[in-house]
């Protein structure tokens, strides 16, 4: 097929019915002192060898985070992930597919996709779940926008301790379709009264639990309020283990329920890729976004999948698509399949029994640290305390000396001077008692 590139006529015609005068015109909102006048000054070319040591070196900047007691969460959490997931995913088959456009020769994928959804529903004791997001930030502010066409409305209450970064993603979008937001204070110490904020013009309550800062929410009572206003509840978590001991979301009374599955068969591969889980109740699905996939049978009686829903622009009228800018992460899925189908429900309750009982431990070490005060309640594996400095020099002091303590509020929410001295500090099954009395006792060095 030939490359027919437009001609000048061509551009002129479409600048013109854009309604500006030149190519240069459309990068205006780009300031100048971040443009790039001329290519940047790089090697043209470098040897294979000559490349490998390069990146090898910058490479060994980094800190592997099974190399030194790892504490970091908010959002992101180590936990062991066996060899059997990486062995399975990697398989041809499996790591060259792409989405099933065509069911009858994508059987395999659908019914990966099939079984992930029904963990997903299960897990979080709602009625139907997708076939997974980008992540937990975008499958919320898709879930708002979900909750917006659901009801009619476009006001949305954010939690105050809703994580700060799912906070901006639904900021983002809802500034860009001219939405309303009701973003409540940061509430490390979970004292907020939310139920106040709901009223007949809310579209959806947006609220965490375990929350930002660790605290274990009872979304039953705001359930309760939104349903009387008319409006939705969405339920977040970023620790999906968690869901192996807490009540899910969908019993608690959960419209939707939306989080990141990072933690299960999904490494920390530096921020990413990750998998957002969705899922809602079934007289809402319609209006979920992402592609649902169904068990069938052919015309001889066997079992087969399909695209039961797939509501994308590519299929369905633009003006009609509930899901434009969102796809399904589907190596991520797999590799969270794979690893919830090893540990069982047993197994799952066993991992995050372990979890919180590291936790446990380290909470109570940490409170016998002179100037050190838990301000976490009721928690799962992660908890905020309040040190008596910046907590981001802790942390920096901390890790020169091989510890990675946790993560400080003021580097999520900036410029509150309230935050500074709050950190968040997360244990999960992969931190032992060494871990844990190593933190403590270099904490005690930096205080002191």
Not at 215 to 241: M, N, R, S, Y
Request: with cysteine.
């Amino acid at each position: 097929m030939r490359y027919l590139p437009l001609s000048n006529q061509d551009r002129a015609d479409m600048l013109a019915r854009i309604g500006v005068d030149s190519i240069d015109d459309l990068f205006a909102d780009i300031p100048q002192k971040a443009r790039l006048n001329d290519l940047m000054d790089l090697p043209r070319r470098a040897s294979e060898l000559q490349v490998e040591r390069q990146l090898s070196a910058l490479a060994a900047k980094n800190v592997p985070a099974s190399s030194v007691p790892f504490f970091v969460g908010a959002g992101a959490y180590k936990h062991h992930v066996p060899a059997t997931v990486d062995h399975l995913i990697q398989r041809s088959e499996f790591l060259t597919s792409y989405t099933p456009y065509q069911p009858e020769v994508t059987q395999g994928t659908l019914q990966y996709l099939f079984e992930f959804q029904t963990q997903v529903a299960r897990l979080t004791a709602m009625d139907v779940a997708n076939a997974s997001m980008y992540d937990g930030s975008t499958g919320t502010a898709e879930a708002v926008l979900m909750a917006h066409r659901v009801t009619k409305r476009k006001k949305a209450v954010l939690s105050g301790g809703l994580h700060p970064q799912y906070r901006a993603v639904v900021e983002g979008l809802a500034d860009l379709a001219d939405d309303d937001v009701v973003s409540l204070p940061a509430d490390p110490a979970g004292t907020e009264d939310i139920l106040a904020q709901i009223d007949k013009e809310t579209s959806c309550v947006v609220v965490q639990s375990p929350n930002f800062y660790g605290q274990i929410v009872d979304l039953k009572p705001i359930a309760a309020k939104a349903h009387e206003c008319g409006a939705l509840l969405i339920a977040v978590f970023t620790e999906v283990v968690s869901l192996g001991l807490i009540e899910p979301p969908g019993a608690q009374g959960a419209d939707i329920v939306v989080g990141e599955g990072q933690s299960i068969g999904n490494g920390l591969n530096f921020g990413g890729p990750y998998v957002g889980l969705f899922a809602t109740r079934s007289k809402y699905i319609r209006q979920m976004p992402g592609r649902l996939c169904g068990e069938t049978t052919d015309a001889d009686g066997k079992r087969g999948f399909v695209l039961t829903l797939s509501t994308r622009e590519q299929h369905i009228r633009r003006d009609k698509a509930t899901s434009n800018i969102c796809t399904n992460s589907g190596l991520c899925a797999l590799a969270f399949t794979i690893h919830l189908s090893l540990l069982g429900s047993k197994g799952l309750r066993q991992m995050a029994t372990i979890c919180h009982a590291n936790a446990v431990k380290l909470k109570t070490a940490l409170a016998s640290v002179a100037g050190v005060e838990v301000l976490t309640g009721a928690y799962f594996n992660e908890f905020t305390v309040k040190l008596p400095k910046a907590a981001d020099a802790v942390v920096e002091a901390l890790a020169a000396k091989g510890i990675l303590a946790g993560v400080p509020v003021s580097r999520l929410v900036p410029g509150k001077a309230e935050l500074a001295n709050l950190l968040v500090i997360a244990n999960t099954e992969v931190n032992t008692d060494d871990d844990r009395d190593a933190l403590v006792a270099a904490l005690k060095e930096v205080l002191a």
